[in-house]
């Protein structure tokens, strides 16, 4: 990472705070920005939060529909990049949390979308993607009490929109 | 009564604010000046929806959709400020309707000149109305105007009504030099936005303890600006809510020193970031 730009806020701190909203404009690339390229949770000496609500929106362009890469950083180890928002990572520091909601506002750009039949089916897509943001934020064996709203809308480069089949 | 029919009143209020909400269609607009005619009991409600927001622009989105780029003359302009302000100071209580007043102003700034009448219909908003809310003011996009250019007597008016103890919000949108005495001395919390928009710098500023509530505060742009001629000179800062758009380190470092001003009563932070600076620095 070296002198890449990190947000030096530290949300414990604020004792009131009961609602943090990020929206995240991502630049093209291949696989999502991790999130720790843009924000991250240190182990601050600050007590717990009161945040009740957290909201993400991200906006992301690529040229790879495909949800197996598109979550991962690329990396040798696989890692997934959005970990951090593992509901039982944010209980920890965040007790009151209740409420987590994600929307991704994918757009996918041409030359890469087609498939065999020269069409893509954006349903197929969009469900694959939602499904594996879904597990990114709570697999199936978590017990947690936090309602977690994921939406992923995921819009072609807007020339090609007569080409799709939805 | 209608066709035989007295409707209970929150019947009526639910009809026309189902027609509210469409008031930017030019057809829900007729609609509405229909039932503002038809019967008493419709008059009042369609009335308090078709003044409780006014807008003056040489643009009028209602009748100019994007792709039509319908554009008034500044006669044109003219004549309808001063219909309205006669319409206002002859219609009694009407007035009191309005609630919220945006102001676009065009890249001539005719609207500001003092021959436009604004002036007047901002005296008898500032002078008569009791339920007035929200003010909003917007500069040609990309080409940012300055308050210093706007005729002394349209800038008394505006700094009159922007100083209403009723306003509850107040918004500019490509303005320059925005006087910071009309934030700081205003009588009721606020709820102010910013954006593409600055303070001016004050030369020679004086140094307050007495606590500044904002209600919520959007800065949208220049938030180094913002920090460095806003919170350097107000120490006792009282902010709900804040947002705020990050594009770069400074823009963060900014935000971080505005939330260390008021962390003890921040309820709700909004950021929007850029990464875009991030990923080519990762690169």
Known sequence: ?166 | MLLGLDLPPEIVELFIDGLSIHLGEIDSLRTLLSCALVSRSFSFPARRKLFSSIHFSMNPPILSPPESRFTRSRDSLFQRIGSFSNLIDAGGALVLLIRELHINVDRGCFILEQQSGLHKVLDAVSHRSKNFETFSMSGPFSRPFSWNSIPTGTMESLTETILLPSLRHLAFVDVEGIPISMVINHPCPLSLSLIRSRFALHPRPSESSSLLCLKSLWVDRYMRDFVDRFCRYRRNLHVEHLKAAIFDRQDAKAVWKFIQETKDCLASLDMYVRALLCMLRHH
């Not at chain 1, 040229?63 to 209980?91: K, M, Y």
């Not at chain 1, 978590?142 to 995921?154: A, F, H, Y």
């Open chain 1, 1 to 166: 990472m070296g002198s890449s730009f990190r947000i030096p806020i530290d949300i414990g701190i604020l004792p009131d705070l009961r609602c943090l909203r990020l929206q995240l404009q991502c630049p093209k690339s291949n696989t999502l920005i991790a999130s720790g390229h843009v924000f991250w949770l240190p182990n601050s000496a600050n007590p717990p939060t009161q945040i009740e609500a957290l909201q993400i929106i991200v906006h992301s362009t690529t040229t790879i529909p495909d949800s197996r890469t598109f979550f991962c950083n690329g990396e040798a180890d696989d890692q997934t990049t959005w970990d951090i928002l593992h509901s039982d990572v944010l209980r920890e520091k965040h007790p009151r949390l209740r409420r987590i909601t994600l929307n991704f506002n994918l757009e996918i750009l041409p030359a890469e979308y087609d498939d065999q039949d020269g069409t893509l089916s954006l349903s197929y897509l969009s469900h694959h993607l939602a499904s594996d943001l879904r597990v990114l934020l709570a697999p199936p064996d978590t017990t947690s009490r936090i309602d977690i709203s994921v939406s992923l809308d995921v819009v072609f480069e807007s020339q090609r929109l007569n080409r799709l089949v939805i």
